[in-house]
């Protein structure tokens, strides 16, 4: 083998490492780009997963707290039982003839 075809050789051959090292290189900043990306996207799903369990619990704590409007309700059938009777019989009323009217048209 001649000096020159070794040192075509040797040329090709460096050639091919410094494109596996720019190749590797590129590599590695794109997974570092998308990396922070995901974090970002991350960081931000955990900011909206914060704010809605916060909701959430605002709204359950409205609702069902001390003072919250099932506890209202409560109190108001203790408080007020034939009245409460009364307004639930009046409901039902209401709703079986407005059935019977729907079922009669069908």
Known sequence: ???EMKDSLR???N???DKMRDTAQTAKENFED???H???HLSDAKKKMNDFSNMAEDEFKRLYGDDGKLEMMI????DRPLLSVGMAMG???IVSKMLR???RRS
């Open 1 to 3: 083998m001649s000096n």
């Open 11 to 13: 040329d090709v051959v």
């Open 15 to 17: 050639e091919g490492k």
């Open 34 to 36: 998308v990396k922070d």
């Open 38 to 40: 995901a974090s970002d």
């Open 75 to 78: 109190n108001f059938v203790k």
């Open 91 to 93: 409901v039902g009323m």
């Open 101 to 103: 009217c729907c079922r």
